[in-house]
């Protein structure tokens, strides 16, 4: 059980409070025993303050002490491989054997701002295969003869996970031993289809013998099904924005819960029931029989969940109601667990 943030930026705040929040947040999650905290790359969103991704990493690891730190993920079409090794090598020179690495081909943000990060890789996502590759080139022991060396990087082995909301990521992965990570919190409408295939098709590396599978969930939990619920509205309203093309910072919850779902135009409400259909959300009896079944149907090996909550004290109860949770819903308290890594969606969202 792990934890997926974008130091998101509330109505009324600034990047500058949601980074402290992310640092508290790690806090709290190591104290809880969460297994990893990550960040994902986002560029020109106004509720995303984890752009420069391996900054905020430095800034959680470095006030932190056991869990791990990565990212999920880098969007590594919008970097040259060597600058991400230099990057992840001289996080895991600082904090060894805690960084974690996901990598992704998507831009994480609009077309003019993609065209603006990739000046000069105008085939970055086409060349994303061999961009893998040479990155785990650089991060491995150096090589006789080896004319690019990543310093720091070679030799620290980072573990790389592939991150993925299609079959293109699951077959990617498959095809090179690495650990692949589902993004069914806001896409799941392959995942079914994509872990199959991962693991119809996984060949087995020197790092990762057997097919590893985290799958992304939202969990909003509360001490009550009516509060979880006003919560998650936060949530709601941000992809709304999202896919009105206003994205902003994350508003507060409604008011009313009714009178903002009766607002929704028919296919908005079935756009945002799709896009949440991994969601868990409610009192800790309702978020535990959800995640439970999601669990046993899809057989993750770990979940990494997601909670964007407008008040950060909720958000820091919610994470500890699931931590909670943890050792029923894994079967062992999560500070038990190994600190190395190898390297259908079910019904509509489960919302007491």
Known sequence: ??????????????????????????RHGERLGYRRIWFAEHHGMPGVASAATSVVIAHVAGGTSTIRVGAGGIMLPNHAPLVIAEQFGTLACLFPGRIDLGVGRAPGTDPVTARALRRGRPDGVDRFPDDVVELMGYLRATRPGQALQAIPGAGTNVPIWILGSSLYGAQLAAALGLPFAFASHFAPAHMTQALALYRAQFRPSSGLGTPHVMLGVNVIAADTDDEARRLFTSLRQTFLQLRRGRPGPLPPPARDVAAFEA????????????TFSCAFVGSARTVRA????????????????????????????????LGELAPELTGARMTDLPAGDAVSPGPAAFVG
């Not at 999601?294 to 969940?305: G, K, L, Q």
């Open 1 to 26: 059980m792990s934890i997926l943030d974008l130091a998101p930026i509330v109505e009324g705040g600034d990047a500058g409070g949601a980074l402290r929040n992310a640092l508290e947040l790690g």
């Open 263 to 274: 607002q929704l135009a028919p296919e908005e409400r079935a756009m945002l029931d799709e």
């Open 290 to 321: 959800g995640l439970a079944g999601f669990i046993e149907r899809t057989r993750a090996d770990e979940v990494m969940v997601s909670g964007h909550i407008f008040d950060h004290a909720a958000r820091l109860r919610s994470f500890e109601i």
